[in-house]
Structures are given as C-alpha cells and as structure tokens.
C-alpha cells in the first residue's frame, strides 16, 4: 500500500472516533453536501442554523461536531490532492480504523463525485490576483551631453491583474 495520505495525528484518531459514533444512515448525505461544497473556500458548508440540526442529529457537541466537520473535509481534499480511486481511499481510512461502513460510505460517495470536485480545484483560482495582462517599453538613452558614448536603458514594465471582483493595473 502507498505512504498514508492521512496521517494519524491526536485530532485525526479522536475524530475517527467521534465517526465511528455517527449514525450510518445520515452519514452519505453529510459526506454529499461536504463533497459538492468542498470547493468552495471562503463559505462554510453549512450555516449556523444547519450545524445546530446536525449537532441534534448525530448527537454531537459543537467542537465535536466541528472536529468531524474539519476531519471529513481534510480526508476528502487529501483524495483530491492525491488523485485517491475509491478503493486506495477506502483501504486508507480502514488503516487509520475507521469502520469498514463509513469507510465504504467514504469510497462510495467519492466514487460518485471525485472526478466532478478535483476538476472544481482545478479550475478554482488559488491566488486572490491574477496576471491578465503584461506591457512594456523599454527606451534606451544613446548619449547625454556629457558622455559621448551613454548607453542607458530604462525599462517600463506594466502588469494587469485582476482579482475575483474586479480588473485594475498597476
């Protein structure tokens, strides 16, 4: 088997506990939303409103709650960064002991729309600028009254970049 992807730190074995403890029939549809909303850097996946129903749901504190929040989405970017097929996934999240159901559960739903979120990242810009456009002038100084033979370029560079909202140059 391959180098783990998903190291196995104090956070990461509490949080398969706490996984381990959530109810298997609602588990696919939370690892759905996560997946589709993975994306997605600047919104959370779920609102103030939706993390208190889940809490109730699974039965989970807030930090618990956001623990497992934070550990499904770390695993599901590490399957993106590493191109994981569902059964390296799978055979990944039993060796660091999570259930053989939620593991299934893990390599099913990634088996549905991994391919469709890596091409997300792919697409997603990860600067917050981006070089749109690049001028120059370079002028060039022959001589000046006292020197005869001056040879001084200056050179003008302009670069256009855009951010997500909006185009300015600088």
């Not at 998903?6 to 109810?23: C, F, G, H, K, Y």
């Not at 959370?44 to 208190?52: G, L, N, P």
């Not at 549905?112 to 002038?137: D, S």
Request: proline share 4%.
């Amino acid at each position: 088997m391959a180098a783990s992807v998903v190291p196995e730190t104090d956070s990461i074995r509490r949080a398969v506990l706490l996984l381990n403890a959530v109810d298997p029939g609602r588990f696919p549809r939370l690892l759905s939303r996560l997946l589709q909303r993975l994306h997605l850097k600047a919104e959370t996946s779920f609102s103030e409103e939706e993390e208190e129903k889940l809490q109730i749901a699974f039965s989970l504190e807030k930090q618990d709650l956001h623990l497992v929040l934070e550990a499904i989405s770390f695993i599901l970017e590490q399957a993106v960064y590493h191109n994981l097929k569902p059964a390296s996934l799978q055979q990944q999240l039993q060796s660091i002991h999570l259930d053989q159901d939620k593991a299934e559960a893990f390599a099913n739903a990634w088996a549905a729309g991994g391919q469709e979120t890596i091409e997300k990242f792919r697409q997603r810009v990860l600067t917050p600028q981006k070089l749109e456009t690049i001028g120059w002038q370079l002028n060039l100084q022959m001589s000046a009254s006292t020197q005869a033979k001056l040879k001084s370029p200056r050179a003008v560079l302009e670069l256009g970049v855009s951010n997500e909202d909006s185009k300015y140059y600088s």
